[in-house]
Every structure is written in structure tokens, then in C-alpha cells.
């Protein structure tokens, strides 16, 4: 069975400074995706960014990106030049072959004015 | 298409009364999942459909849970005699068929068993 495993509960950063939420996961599949979910408080999940297992080059949107480590089976979670609005819950989460999604027990990134 | 929408927003009942929930994915996707979610930790899977056919259900789906998908359009959500461990944020997830999709969440459905 695929685990997810987010190992930093909370994390705090002054805004315009850059963060990394770690994740790692564990499986024995070759073909795979993963995520970062963003969900704000008392708010909907919302897709940061996601990464296909089978391609090197780290994906990256805007101010996020990720540093994929397929050996190491680690996914960390770049925030440059942090927002107040990125003040959240953020989730990594593994889909394998069979369709469903894992999610791991998130990080809260407070960002501080 | 105005995204995944749950209803209700908020739901308090009794311990032993029995709820529902309903779904409304995005059209254009065949797939549908439901997540629960604690408070401080990350959505746990429940069961998935493809169209009307269940495909997965979790062994976290006691027998008091039953979920349903008629037409692979929107999809209920049943517990039947809550008890107070269900407590908890019920999410409602799409997306279209294929590994490589994210999945678009609803806001969720908040049940408080009392």
C-alpha cells in the first residue's frame, strides 16, 4: 500500500521569504503522479502543482516548485517570495495505477507580515 | 460549469439518526470520489465511482455507510445510525478518467454527530 508521509506539522516564514514543506512517500510502483494541495481555512482544496514520476524535470508553477527525488521517493514544495494568501493547509499526495489519491497528514505554513 | 458542489454545507444530528449527503461533480467527469477528513489531518479515501459503477470502497466504509451514483451524475452519500466518531468533513472529489488528472474538490459537507 502507498503511504505519504509529511513530517513537518506546522512551519512559519516571513512573507517575501522562500519556504520548503518536505514529503516522501513510499511505494512499489514505476508509474505514478503526485500533488500539492493548498487548502486555505475553512476553505475548498485547491491544486498547487503536479509532478509525473516518469519525467526528471521538476515541475514548477509561478512562485511554486517542487524538487523531485525518485530515488529517495521525496517531493518538497518550493514557495518563493511568500503572500499572507499563502497562509494554509498544504497536502502531497500520491496517485498510483489504481486510480485513487493519498494523501499525507499536511503541513500548516503560517505566513507572517 | 460552477465547480463540485455538496450539500449541505453543515449538517448536526443525533447519535443514531441517520444523514445523506449529495455530490454534484463537474459534468465532464466520469469520476467521482469520496474523502473524509479529521480535524488537523489529510483526506482519508471512502469509495470512488466510475460513472454509476462503484469501484473502490475503503475498509474505513463500515456497513453503515452506503454510497450511490445513479446515471454517473451526482452521488449520495448515506450513514445510517451516526455515531459520534463520524464526525468529521465529508469532501466530495472529481475528475476525468486517466492516472494523470488532479482532482477538483467540492467544500465539503461538515457533520457533527451530537
Known amino acids: 500500500a502507498q503511504t505519504v508521509t509529511q513530517s513537518q506539522p506546522e512551519m512559519s516564514v516571513q512573507e517575501a521569504e522562500t519556504v520548503t514543506l518536505s514529503c516522501t512517500y513510499d511505494?512499489?510502483?514505476?508509474?505514478?503522479?503526485l500533488f500539492w494541495y493548498k487548502q486555505p481555512p475553512s476553505r475548498q482544496m485547491i491544486l498547487v502543482i503536479r509532478?509525473?514520476?516518469?519525467?526528471?524535470q521538476n515541475a514548477t508553477e509561478n512562485r511554486f516548485s517542487v524538487n523531485f527525488q525518485k530515488a529517495a521517493k521525496s517531493f518538497s514544495l518550493k514557495i518563493s517570495d511568500s503572500q499572507l494568501g499563502d497562509t494554509a493547509m498544504y497536502f502531497c499526495?500520491?496517485?498510483?495505477?489504481?486510480?485513487?489519491?493519498?494523501f499525507g497528514a499536511g503541513t500548516r505554513l503560517t505566513v507572517k507580515p | 460549469d460552477t465547480g463540485v458542489s455538496q450539500n449541505p454545507r453543515h449538517k448536526i444530528t443525533k447519535r443514531g439518526q441517520n444523514v445523506t449527503f449529495r455530490c454534484d461533480p463537474i459534468s465532464e467527469h466520469n469520476r467521482l470520489y469520496w474523502y473524509r477528513q479529521t480535524l488537523g489531518q489529510g483526506p482519508e479515501f471512502l469509495t470512488y465511482f466510475q460513472n454509476e459503477a462503484q469501484l473502490e470502497k475503503s475498509r474505513l466504509l463500515s456497513d453503515r455507510f452506503s454510497a450511490e451514483r445513479p446515471k454517473g451524475s451526482f452521488s449520495t452519500l448515506e450513514i445510517q445510525r451516526t455515531e459520534q466518531g463520524d464526525s468529521a468533513m465529508y469532501l466530495c472529489?472529481?475528475?476525468?478518467?486517466?492516472?494523470?488528472?488532479?482532482?477538483?474538490f467540492g467544500s465539503g459537507t461538515r457533520l457533527t454527530v451530537v
Open positions: 511505494t512499489s510502483e514505476n508509474n505514478y503522479y
Open positions: 499526495a500520491f496517485r498510483g495505477t489504481f486510480g485513487d489519491m493519498r
Open positions: 472529489a472529481s475528475s476525468p478518467q486517466g492516472q494523470g488528472y488532479g482532482y477538483t
Open positions: 509532478q509525473e514520476a516518469y519525467k526528471q
